[in-house]
């Protein structure tokens, strides 16, 4: 028997029985059980402490398992789907294949236990198309908080073009600005067209040479244009900033992400501490797969070189903000051929066995806060009044968090008390989950 995956009524009981517990704050793992009710976690307690409800109620056994919040993605591209190199994300590949390729893309997450994201940049209004498909039913995939396109400077970073060169600017991943009324405008017209939030590229990236001159590619007066008129339309605001000076600018200037943050130090860690509002999204695991697949299916060895090059210092940078006590999140930023969709938790286990972090705090990275960082509310805890998100793991996180990454490991994905993978069996003559 399946739990009725479209409509859960506030009347259906959901009852996660014995499973190694993860709570998504931080705290020691332990066994637990979890009774949902309708969309909300009702109560959670010690195994074997919660009775089962007097009304229709299915139940999993999570026994041999491990029980974790629905997972965070805090750098998702929906419409990447295997590109290599930065301009074959606009083109030849066309905006309806980049279209159709979102709506699959989104479920792939979902399945692998992603219930919520923040998609930071797409082409045309795709992420906006995305998420009111999956509002609507019409596709599966995580509660998203979507951008536009890249709002980047003419001549920056993102400008990958000849200017002889003339591409559709509403097909394009970027839009191109220059001055502070260019800025504003833009803005307002993806708040008009339903973003959540304003993603910048502000610096390069690590797999680009290195720029001259100033590492933020916008002016103070433009990166503050930025985030004072997101926050005015009630949007949030990211920046792409790799290096300790971009990271700076981003923060002063008030943006709520602070996307990759490879190489921050000390220093603008003293000033992320003045400006708590700021969160940083670190993403080792699209440079590892750099390292690790690129050589195989013909990444630019150039960039394989600039990554290998940095790759101990990104290392140090997460451990450095974790010692420290920063409340960062991860995000996957999968899509291209090097690191696809479907790879998402990487991110989750290079903290563990590469950074040093304990299972329960790199599991806090992709659940309670990446919420934060992400602006989702009511997600990335199991506890009381928390949204029915979570995800049931074949066997002992703490011991495998590799499991993460194997889909036949993740058995049972529940979106606001939705089963939309898995199975479960009526309360009273419950089996283990796959079984």
């Not at 704050?25 to 309708?38: I, K, M």
Request: proline share 6%; hydrophobic share 40%.
């Amino acid at each position: 028997m399946g739990l009725d995956p479209l409509a859960p009524s506030r009347d259906r009981w959901l009852l996660v029985r014995g499973g190694l517990l993860i709570d998504g704050n931080g705290g020691a793992p332990t066994h637990r059980d979890v009774l949902v009710r309708g969309a909300t976690i009702a109560e959670v307690g010690p195994t074997g402490s919660i009775p089962v409800p007097d009304a229709p109620t299915v139940e999993i056994d999570a026994s041999d398992a491990t029980v974790i919040p629905g997972l965070i993605d805090c750098h998702l591209h929906v419409t990447y789907s295997g590109h290599i190199g930065m301009q074959q994300l606009e083109w030849p590949g066309s905006l309806e294949l980049a279209a159709v390729s979102a709506g699959a893309n989104a479920t792939t997450a979902l399945t692998h236990g992603y219930t919520s994201a923040l998609d930071v940049g797409c082409r045309g209004r795709i992420g906006v198309a995305t998420k009111q498909a999956i509002a609507r039913g019409t596709i599966r995939g995580p509660d998203l908080r979507v951008s536009g396109q890249i709002i980047s400077v003419v001549g920056g970073p993102l400008d990958l073009w000849p200017s002889s060169m003339k591409l559709d600017p509403a097909a394009r991943l970027t839009a191109l600005v220059s001055g502070v009324d260019e800025i504003r405008r833009t803005i307002r017209e993806q708040a008009k067209d339903g973003v959540d939030n304003i993603k910048v590229q502000s610096s390069g990236s690590a797999v680009q040479p290195k720029r001259s001159g100033r590492a933020s590619v916008f002016s103070d007066d433009e990166l503050r244009a930025i985030t004072g008129t997101a926050h005015d339309l009630g949007l949030s605001a990211a920046a792409h900033a790799e290096g300790p000076e971009a990271i700076a600018d981003a923060i002063n200037a008030g943006f709520d992400t602070v996307q990759h943050a490879s190489f921050i130090d000390g220093a603008t860690i003293d000033l992320l501490e003045r400006h708590p509002s700021s969160r940083l999204v670190f993403t080792l695991g699209v440079y590892d797969d750099i390292l690790k697949t690129g050589p195989k299916i013909g990444y630019p060895p150039e960039s394989s070189r600039r990554v290998e090059e940095v790759w101990d210092r990104m290392v140090a940078a997460v451990r450095l903000a974790y010692d420290r006590g920063v409340p960062f999140a991860v995000g996957s930023d999968a899509g291209g051929a090097v690191h696809p969709h479907g790879r998402y938790a990487r991110d989750i286990v290079l903290l563990v066995r590469s950074c040093g972090l304990p299972v329960e705090h790199a599991i806090r990275a992709a659940t309670a806060h990446a919420a934060r960082a992400a602006w989702i509310p009511n997600v990335g805890t199991l506890a009381p009044g928390a949204d029915a998100d979570l995800v049931v793991v074949a066997g002992d996180l703490t011991r495998r968090i590799e499991a993460l990454e194997d889909e036949g490991d993740l058995r049972v994905v529940v979106q606001k008390g939705r089963l939309v993978k898995g199975m479960a069996t009526p309360a009273r003559a419950a089996v283990p989950v796959g079984r």
